[in-house]
Nanobody, 121 residues
Framework: QVQLVESGGGLVEPGGSLRLSCTTS????????MAWFRQASGKEREYVSV?????GRIIKLSVKDRFTISRDNNTVWLQMNSLEPEDTARYFC?????????????????WGRGTQVAVSA
Protein backbone atom coordinates (compact mmCIF):
# COMPACT_ATOMS: atom_id res chain seq x y z
CA GLN A 1 0.00 0.00 0.00
CA VAL A 2 1.36 3.38 -0.98
CA GLN A 3 1.75 5.74 1.92
CA LEU A 4 2.42 9.44 1.87
CA VAL A 5 3.44 11.66 4.74
CA GLU A 6 3.34 15.43 4.65
CA SER A 7 5.34 17.73 6.84
CA GLY A 8 6.33 21.35 7.09
CA GLY A 9 3.08 23.02 7.97
CA GLY A 10 2.72 25.51 10.73
CA LEU A 11 1.61 28.95 11.76
CA VAL A 12 3.11 31.91 9.94
CA GLU A 13 2.35 35.57 9.61
CA PRO A 14 1.12 37.01 6.34
CA GLY A 15 4.02 37.37 3.97
CA GLY A 16 5.87 34.47 5.48
CA SER A 17 7.00 31.26 3.87
CA LEU A 18 6.64 27.55 4.40
CA ARG A 19 8.12 24.57 2.64
CA LEU A 20 5.95 21.49 2.65
CA SER A 21 7.38 18.07 2.05
CA CYS A 22 5.77 14.82 0.99
CA THR A 23 7.65 11.58 1.40
CA THR A 24 6.39 8.26 0.17
CA SER A 25 6.77 4.56 0.79
CA UNK A 26 5.15 1.24 0.01
CA UNK A 27 5.46 1.31 -3.75
CA UNK A 28 7.78 -0.65 -6.01
CA UNK A 29 7.41 1.55 -9.06
CA UNK A 30 7.82 5.25 -9.57
CA UNK A 31 4.77 7.27 -8.74
CA UNK A 32 3.19 9.07 -11.61
CA UNK A 33 1.47 12.31 -10.77
CA MET A 34 2.13 13.71 -7.33
CA ALA A 35 -0.10 16.57 -6.39
CA TRP A 36 -0.84 19.02 -3.66
CA PHE A 37 -4.37 19.81 -2.60
CA ARG A 38 -5.65 21.97 0.19
CA GLN A 39 -8.86 22.12 2.11
CA ALA A 40 -9.91 25.08 4.16
CA SER A 41 -12.46 24.82 6.91
CA GLY A 42 -15.93 24.56 5.47
CA LYS A 43 -14.70 24.25 1.90
CA GLU A 44 -14.13 21.46 -0.56
CA ARG A 45 -10.71 20.12 -1.34
CA GLU A 46 -8.92 22.32 -3.83
CA TYR A 47 -6.18 21.52 -6.29
CA VAL A 48 -2.94 23.45 -5.86
CA SER A 49 -0.17 21.89 -7.89
CA VAL A 50 1.00 18.71 -9.58
CA UNK A 51 4.32 17.25 -10.66
CA UNK A 52 5.04 14.35 -12.98
CA UNK A 53 8.09 12.09 -12.94
CA UNK A 54 9.07 13.39 -16.35
CA UNK A 55 9.56 16.90 -15.09
CA GLY A 56 6.14 18.36 -15.65
CA ARG A 57 5.26 21.05 -13.16
CA ILE A 58 1.91 22.74 -12.97
CA ILE A 59 0.74 25.24 -10.41
CA LYS A 60 -2.71 26.64 -9.97
CA LEU A 61 -2.91 30.01 -11.66
CA SER A 62 -4.04 31.84 -8.56
CA VAL A 63 -0.88 30.91 -6.64
CA LYS A 64 1.68 30.49 -9.41
CA ASP A 65 3.55 33.66 -8.51
CA ARG A 66 3.95 32.59 -4.90
CA PHE A 67 4.15 28.79 -4.84
CA THR A 68 6.65 26.46 -6.43
CA ILE A 69 6.46 22.71 -6.70
CA SER A 70 9.55 20.57 -6.94
CA ARG A 71 10.12 16.86 -7.16
CA ASP A 72 12.91 14.37 -6.82
CA ASN A 73 11.79 10.86 -7.69
CA ASN A 74 9.03 10.06 -5.23
CA THR A 75 9.41 13.05 -2.98
CA VAL A 76 7.68 16.31 -3.68
CA TRP A 77 7.87 19.72 -2.06
CA LEU A 78 5.72 22.78 -2.14
CA GLN A 79 7.49 26.04 -1.48
CA MET A 80 5.00 28.67 -0.43
CA ASN A 81 6.07 32.29 -0.27
CA SER A 82 4.19 35.48 0.44
CA LEU A 83 1.56 33.54 2.28
CA GLU A 84 -1.83 35.08 2.74
CA PRO A 85 -4.59 34.36 5.24
CA GLU A 86 -6.55 32.85 2.36
CA ASP A 87 -3.89 30.15 2.12
CA THR A 88 -4.91 28.81 5.50
CA ALA A 89 -5.90 25.20 4.98
CA ARG A 90 -4.85 21.66 5.49
CA TYR A 91 -2.50 20.71 2.70
CA PHE A 92 -2.57 17.19 1.36
CA CYS A 93 -0.20 15.25 -0.80
CA UNK A 94 -1.70 12.82 -3.27
CA UNK A 95 -0.29 10.39 -5.79
CA UNK A 96 -1.15 8.04 -8.61
CA UNK A 97 0.58 4.98 -10.02
CA UNK A 98 -1.02 5.27 -13.42
CA UNK A 99 -2.98 7.61 -15.57
CA UNK A 100 -2.44 11.07 -16.93
CA UNK A 101 -1.83 14.27 -15.07
CA UNK A 102 -4.97 15.35 -13.30
CA UNK A 103 -6.20 17.99 -10.91
CA UNK A 104 -9.22 16.06 -9.70
CA UNK A 105 -9.09 14.67 -6.17
CA UNK A 106 -11.14 11.62 -7.10
CA UNK A 107 -8.43 10.55 -9.53
CA UNK A 108 -5.89 10.12 -6.77
CA UNK A 109 -6.07 6.88 -4.81
CA UNK A 110 -3.26 7.62 -2.39
CA TRP A 111 -3.30 10.42 0.13
CA GLY A 112 -1.42 11.62 3.11
CA ARG A 113 -3.14 12.83 6.22
CA GLY A 114 -2.22 16.41 5.49
CA THR A 115 -0.32 19.13 7.25
CA GLN A 116 -1.97 22.22 8.62
CA VAL A 117 -1.02 25.65 7.36
CA ALA A 118 -2.28 28.69 9.19
CA VAL A 119 -1.53 32.22 8.07
CA SER A 120 -2.48 34.82 10.61
CA ALA A 121 -1.12 38.05 12.01
Amino acid sequence: QVQLVESGGGLVEPGGSLRLSCTTSGHSSTLKSMAWFRQASGKEREYVSVATPGGGRIIKLSVKDRFTISRDNNTVWLQMNSLEPEDTARYFCAARLAGPTTAYPDDYPFWGRGTQVAVSA
